[in-house]
């Protein structure tokens, strides 16, 4: 993915709201737009500005905002404090991805961001395999899942090349691995002619390698 992916706060504490809006301008691939600090507000933003990603507070002037992301269908991280079950599993039945108790470190806010990105770029192409799904979820809500099997990595390798050509880095970066992981399955894809490998020269230093669907 080459759009960095533009993020709207909703909180009604300008002050919270200006430390989660540089939070996200910290991490590479996101763009803040613009925080709101009401319902009525984030309904008009969501639909002008077209965030992909959702930072909302639960409790707003003038209504509810796990209402807000529930009707604007929007992947969605809810961050509030409030703790009570009732709350935190009604943010979650509404398809929130993630809920933060304030107040919260930074990192987990960050941790939690770089984990969104890396699911979305799992799930860039217009279809997946189940290892794909699998290892998408593992990596948003960060559980222990094992590494894919070797079949299954290669054909994740193999689904993000459905993209378009990439380097052994950007594809470690897509799938979630290493990058050492990423090149061992690459040169076993191109011995058996599944994938092609071709040089790209740059202004300095080394030739890149390119990986394309073969």
Same mark, same amino acid.
């Given at each position: ?23 996200? %301008? ?12 009401? #319902? ?31 009707? #604007? ?8 404090? #409030?703790?009570?079950? +009732?709350?935190?599993?009604? %943010?979650? !039945? ?11 470190? +930074? ?20 279809? #997946? ?14 559980? !222990?899942? @094992? @590494?894919?099997?070797? +079949? ?13 050509? !990439? ?14 992981? +990423?090149?061992?399955?690459? =040169?076993?894809? !191109?011995?058996?002619? %599944?994938?092609?490998? =071709?040089?790209?020269?740059?202004? =300095? ?10």
């Amino acid at each position: 993915m080459t759009d960095d992916i533009r993020v709207l706060i909703v909180d009604d504490d300008f002050r919270v709201s200006g430390i989660h809006r540089d939070l996200v %301008a910290s991490r590479p691939g996101f763009e803040p737009l613009p925080p709101v600090r009401d #319902a009525a507000s984030a309904r008009t933003a969501i639909r002008e500005m077209q965030p992909d990603l959702l930072l909302l507070d639960v409790y707003l002037p003038d209504g509810d905002g796990i209402e807000v992301g529930r009707e #604007a269908g929007i992947d969605r991280f809810v961050l509030s404090a #409030a703790d009570d079950v +009732a709350t935190i599993r009604r %943010a979650i !039945a509404s398809g929130a991805l993630h809920y933060l108790v304030k107040p919260f470190a +930074a990192r987990d806010l960050r941790d939690r961001l770089d984990r969104y990105a890396r699911f979305r770029n799992l799930l860039a192409a217009g279809s #997946a395999t189940q290892a794909t799904i699998d290892r998408a979820v593992g990596l948003l809500h960060g559980g !222990a899942a @094992p @590494p894919p099997a070797r +079949a299954g990595t290669q054909q994740l390798i193999l689904d993000a090349l459905a993209e378009g050509e !990439a380097s052994s880095v950007e594809l470690a970066e897509r799938i979630g691995v290493s990058r050492a992981t +990423a090149q061992r399955h690459l =040169a076993e894809l !191109a011995a058996r002619g %599944a994938v092609e490998v =071709a040089l790209r020269y740059g202004t =300095a230093g080394r030739p890149e390698h390119r990986y394309r669907v073969g």
